[in-house]
């Protein structure tokens, strides 16, 4: 038996989604925004406006991070327990989402600590306040996930909180506000979308449902994402927008795989950005995957839908056209931090998603792949 959740109460997409925000009713607001892009984007001011014209009391805690702590969380938790809001409005990228969604959930049992969140079941339900998740930028699918991620500074990795307690009532996907979206940055959250979608359709938790949603996602993210990363073309942002939001869906219902556990393990450690790395990692882990037969089957489907005659060649090169790093020494970690740092970087890869990927992995076989991925070398052992 499996039971599906595939988003909350809604998913508004469309031009002017964001005007939804007219219909909900609420009275005190707590938006949580990260550094700045929202501001620039002009998502804030639209979303001031509409809380404004509806005589609403609001609050904005900025400032979150991308990657955020669980320091940053409490921070807000604390603002909230002193604003006593109904409703929290996440809105930018992943980060300030999952910080708004751990938040909510922190705020909502006073009693939990991060700690505690790590040894036992997250209670799976919230009410005490709504939770509205509005991204920005194209890549986590966090606004309709059942999953938090968090870095836990004292332990040097990223850790996904998980609950259904955690997903956002309402997910407002207006593509108009990504329009600001440089095109690296479009590059990289597009190809985390990417990564989501395809480790969830090798994953062996995969079923009829989420198989549908994966390969259509793999195939529109194929067919949109390099055109998106010009700026100004609303149609593709709009494409990549809604593909993202779907495989969303279907990490949140299947699970991930190695290249998410390897990509916590180096953003906790180094602070990298999570699109980045999954882009960088998806070919090798694809590669140490398709020892598996099934996963080659799949592989070859994934081909097939997107016209290419190998899938793996075919990110790679979709990786090259979108000016991502062959290697992870070629994104800025020098071999004496890799190096020196290497113990825990295989010891925390180890964890979260890389429990799940479909083809098990020995730790000595984790710290030969990490080199490998980091010299870039084609994963052949």
């Not at 006593?84 to 992943?94: A, M, R």
């Not at 490998?372 to 052992?381: L, S, T």
Request: charged residues 25%; aromatic residues 8%.
């Amino acid at each position: 038996m499996k039971e599906l959740r595939l988003h909350g109460e809604a998913i508004i997409i469309g031009s002017g989604a964001l005007d939804y925000l007219r219909k909900d009713a609420y009275s005190r607001v707590f938006i949580v925004t990260g550094t700045g892009s929202a501001f620039r984007n002009g998502a804030i001011d639209k979303i001031k406006a509409i809380l404004e014209e509806k005589g609403c009391t609001y609050e904005i805690h900025a400032g979150i991070k991308i990657n955020p702590t669980t320091e940053e969380v409490m921070a807000g938790v604390i603002r909230m327990q002193e604003f006593k809001p109904d409703t929290v409005i996440g809105v930018g990228g992943g980060s300030p989402i999952d910080a708004a969604k751990a938040m909510c959930f922190f705020y909502e049992y006073p009693d939990w600590s991060f700690e505690r969140a790590l040894q036992e079941t997250l209670p799976e339900k919230r009410g005490l306040v709504r939770l509205i998740a509005i991204p920005t930028t194209s890549g986590t699918g966090s606004e309709v996930t059942k999953a938090a991620v968090i870095t836990y500074k004292e332990d040097n990795i990223k850790i996904g909180l998980k609950s259904n307690a955690l997903i956002p009532d309402v997910a407002i996907v207006d593509a108009s506000l990504t329009l600001s979206m440089p095109g690296n940055v479009a590059a990289e959250t597009g190809m985390d979308a990417m990564t989501h979608v395809v480790e969830a359709y090798i994953n062996k938790n995969l079923d009829d449902y989420t198989a549908c949603l994966a390969a259509g996602a793999v195939e529109g993210l194929f067919k949109h994402l390099l055109q998106s990363c010009k700026q100004g073309d609303l149609e593709s942002r709009e494409k990549v927008h809604n593909f993202q939001c779907i495989a969303g869906i279907v990490l949140s219902n299947v699970g991930l795989g190695m290249a998410h556990g390897i990509s916590h393990s180096f953003g906790g450690k180094f602070d990298y950005g999570h699109g980045l790395l999954n882009a960088v990692l998806l070919p090798y882990v694809l590669q140490y995957n398709s020892r598996e037969p099934e996963v080659r089957s799949r592989l070859a489907y994934l081909a097939q839908r997107v016209g290419k005659p190998d899938f793996i060649q075919a990110i790679k090169e979709l990786n090259k056209e979108l000016g991502i790093p062959h290697a992870l020494k070629e994104i800025g970690l020098s071999k004496e931090a890799f190096t020196a740092n290497f113990d825990i970087l295989a010891e925390n890869a180890m964890k979260g998603s890389t429990r799940v990927n479909p083809v098990g992995i020995a730790r000595e076989v984790m710290e030969k792949f990490l080199v490998y991925a980091y010299e870039g070398k084609d994963v052949d052992f």
